[in-house]
């Protein structure tokens, strides 16, 4: 089954960075985009950055020259590069994978998966 598999959140001061990772397995596969959304308590979750198999990006304005997304097609991997951290930014951040699943004997069209989600904290 498809796995989402986050890593690189983390606790740290405003100004500072984080990179966070996102490796895509499990029988997926046409990955197209990726991207990281995030969820603050309170709020609903809204999206960070998306990134097309050909490398298309697309930010949220509030995060524009400071988040960087990239992306690894032969790993099913996605990146996201956080500078000059808010605390406003600190959020639970999921990666999403919008892609088709096969088994061999089994698939399914393309959706959406959903990462477990890794926590970002910024404090000021």
């Known amino acids: 089954q498809v796995q989402l598999v986050e890593s690189g959140g983390g606790l740290v001061q405003a100004g500072g960075s984080l990179r966070l990772s996102c490796a895509a397995s499990?029988?997926?596969?046409?990955?197209?985009?990726m991207g990281w959304y995030r969820q603050a308590p309170g709020k609903q979750r809204e999206l960070v950055a998306t990134?097309?198999?050909?490398?298309?990006?697309n930010y949220a304005d509030s995060v524009k020259g400071r988040f960087t997304i990239s992306r690894d097609n032969a790993k099913n991997t996605v990146y996201l590069q956080m500078n000059s951290l808010k605390p406003e930014d600190t959020a639970v951040y999921y990666c999403?994978?919008?892609?088709?699943?096969?088994?061999?004997?089994?698939?399914?069209?393309?959706?959406?998966?959903w990462g477990q989600g890794t926590q970002v904290t910024v404090s000021s």
């Open positions: 999403n994978a919008h892609g088709q699943y096969s088994s061999g004997t089994f698939s399914l069209s393309a959706r959406d998966y």
């Open positions: 499990g029988g997926i596969f046409n990955i197209n985009p």
């Open positions: 990134i097309t198999s050909d490398s298309n990006t």
